[in-house]
């Protein structure tokens, strides 16, 4: 009965030591090729834009208030401009506007069959205030 009291405790402070999430910013996930960022913590639902893209829009009033960029690796593989750039900023410890990885994850990306241009204005316009530290993507452009 020792160990089990000693097991609870033991996930109990694992529980309480986890920090709460912040519910806005962004990451890159390696496993699923992706950066998810969001700018609020409010009820949203996805739309996609394109094969890469998928913006969050506030349930509310449809605003975006966060997307996801999938296929940065892919998107380094297929665009030399972007990889540069990316380097770039890299090296220089900047930031970089998620509208960038946008118009280049667009670029590449298979469009809708029907897009919709006033929503993909609405993305692109909104994550141009949005920027999360090149050096989170440092690990894709190694393997990109």
């Not at 094969?51 to 296929?71: C, F, H, S, W």
């Amino acid at each position: 009965m020792a160990e089990q009291g000693s097991l609870k405790a033991l996930i109990r402070e694992i529980v309480d030591s986890e920090p709460e999430p912040k519910g806005y910013g962004g990451w890159y996930s390696y496993d699923g090729d992706c950066v998810f960022f969001h700018a609020e913590d409010v009820p949203y639902h996805a739309v996609r834009l394109g094969q890469l893209v998928t913006v969050y829009e506030a349930m509310e009033n449809d605003r975006p208030v966060g997307l996801q960029i999938k296929g940065i690796r892919t998107t380094l593989a297929k665009t030399t401009e972007f990889t540069l750039q990316l380097a770039k900023f890299i090296d220089q410890g900047e930031d970089i506007q998620l509208s960038y990885l946008v118009a280049f994850a667009m670029r590449i990306s298979r469009p809708e069959p029907e897009p919709d241009r006033e929503r993909i204005w609405r993305a692109v316009e909104s994550s141009s205030r949005w920027r999360v530290p090149a050096r989170m993507l440092q690990d894709a452009a190694k393997s990109g």
